[in-house]
């Protein structure tokens, strides 16, 4: 909760004690991060002509045109998305499938907000590269606040 209010957000649900839509409110946009049950309740706290955005979803067939895939990957994409596209049209707003990809220039302007301090990186730990498996546990274990960075050279630190 500390971290995550610092780090500017205006209200925090603890998962584990309450369900995010039993508060009433609605949002504008809505960014799921985990997919199944979560992204189907994400419809219910979206504001009519809202957006529920997915990393976690499925694709949707927008997806498929804008990565340049043809019919046949458009409908396929429209067949696995069928339930979160008929959850959009019932809350009268938009779903789509947030594909993401290693963009460099993207990379770029995020090291440069983070050395102008306007963009902040939280890291929870530090691996050097021989402890990769270690870091991938502490990682999916859930305990991580924040990334999980494997650092190459001889200058890491250990956990």
């Given at each position: 909760?500390?971290?995550?209010?610092?780090?500017?957000?205006?209200?925090?649900?603890?998962?584990?004690?309450?369900?995010?839509?039993?508060?009433?409110?609605?949002?504008?946009?809505?960014?799921?991060?985990?997919?199944?049950?979560?992204?189907?309740?994400?419809?219910?706290?979206?504001?009519?002509?809202?957006?529920?955005?997915?990393?976690?979803?499925?694709?949707e067939?927008?997806?498929?045109?804008?990565?340049?895939?043809?019919?046949?990957?458009?409908?396929?994409?429209?067949?696995?998305?069928?339930?979160?596209r008929?959850?959009?049209?019932?809350?009268?707003?938009?779903?789509?499938?947030?594909?993401?990809?290693?963009?460099?220039?993207?990379?770029?302007?995020?090291a440069?907000?983070?050395?102008?301090?306007?963009?902040?990186?939280?890291?929870?730990?530090?691996?050097?590269?021989?402890?990769?498996?270690?870091?991938?546990?502490?990682?999916?274990?859930?305990?991580?606040?924040?990334?999980?960075?494997?650092?190459?050279?001889?200058?890491?630190?250990?956990?």
């Amino acid at each position: 909760r500390a971290l995550a209010m610092r780090l500017g957000a205006d209200d925090f649900v603890d998962y584990r004690t309450e369900r995010f839509e039993s508060r009433g409110r609605k949002f504008d946009i809505v960014l799921d991060l985990v997919g199944a049950d979560t992204l189907d309740r994400s419809f219910s706290v979206v504001r009519e002509g809202g957006k529920v955005l997915s990393i976690s979803g499925n694709p949707e067939p927008n997806t498929a045109k804008e990565l340049g895939f043809g019919f046949f990957t458009q409908s396929l994409f429209a067949l696995v998305s069928f339930r979160q596209r008929r959850l959009a049209r019932k809350a009268k707003a938009t779903y789509r499938f947030v594909f993401m990809r290693a963009d460099g220039r993207m990379l770029a302007e995020f090291a440069k907000k983070i050395d102008a301090g306007t963009l902040e990186a939280t890291i929870d730990r530090i691996f050097p590269l021989n402890d990769f498996a270690l870091a991938f546990q502490y990682q999916e274990s859930g305990k991580a606040k924040g990334k999980v960075v494997i650092q190459i050279g001889e200058n890491a630190p250990t956990p």
